[in-house]
């Protein structure tokens, strides 16, 4: 595990502070599309991603989902913090985007390294100003960009959390997360496909020009 922490967390802690993650937090391993955490859940530890993606979704009162961000080797999640140190109920659904691997640390550990390490402090406080930037980039695509190139930049953000341009997603699944229909998203990658930017295969998309 301490190999694990010092590639990913290496550059941000100290060593005594690896040192105490590894004792204190737990290893945790989800397969593609395993919910981590759910809505409704009360949360008892904050994940630090060590591999894989987590994605971030919320739900309407429709049940539909709409995905917020994902989160890379290094990141952990904000509004998890929140939920820990307010000790209220999830919010968000987390999932993993695929095979992932990360330590959950408790709740007790997080309030004493706040106090205890300032590399901890600065990275809950870079944690939230970045989540809370992706979540109004989220709010600007979907107030002022069309369906059409928030698809394209969501395609553009699977590539990259995957680092794979084979995108292993169907239509229907597009849909969910981008809070449309699966007629919509089909037309729309057809156009792409058309365009030469994409090439669609079943239950797959190979990315080759966004």
């Not at 590894?22 to 591999?51: Q, R, W």
């Not at 979704?57 to 307010?86: H, I, K």
């Not at 970045?130 to 969501?154: G, H, K, P, V």
Request: net charge negative.
């Amino acid at each position: 595990m301490r190999t694990e922490l010092e590639e990913a967390y290496g550059f941000l802690f100290e060593k005594e502070l690896i040192e105490e993650i590894a004792e204190s937090g737990s290893i945790k391993n989800a397969a593609a599309g395993d919910k981590i955490i759910e809505i409704g859940d009360y949360v008892t530890g904050m994940p630090l991603l060590l591999n894989g993606a987590i994605k971030i979704l919320r739900e309407d009162s429709d049940a539909d989902e709409l995905l917020l961000y994902f989160l890379e080797r290094g990141d952990t999640c904000a509004m998890t913090l929140n939920c820990c140190l307010g000790q209220t109920k999830s919010e968000i659904r987390a999932v993993a985007e695929n095979d992932t691997r990360f330590i959950m640390i408790p709740i007790s550990k997080m309030e004493e390294w706040t106090a205890k390490y300032k590399s901890w402090r600065n990275f809950v406080f870079e944690s939230y100003h970045t989540r809370l930037s992706e979540m109004l980039d989220t709010i600007d695509t979907i107030a002022f960009l069309n369906m059409d190139e928030r698809l394209m930049r969501y395609l553009r953000d699977k590539v990259k959390v995957n680092q794979n341009e084979n995108i292993q997603s169907t239509h229907q699944e597009i849909a969910y997360d981008l809070h449309t229909s699966r007629v919509v998203v089909s037309r729309l990658l057809k156009k792409l496909e058309k365009n030469g930017k994409i090439s669609l295969q079943r239950n797959h998309i190979i990315v080759k020009d966004l």
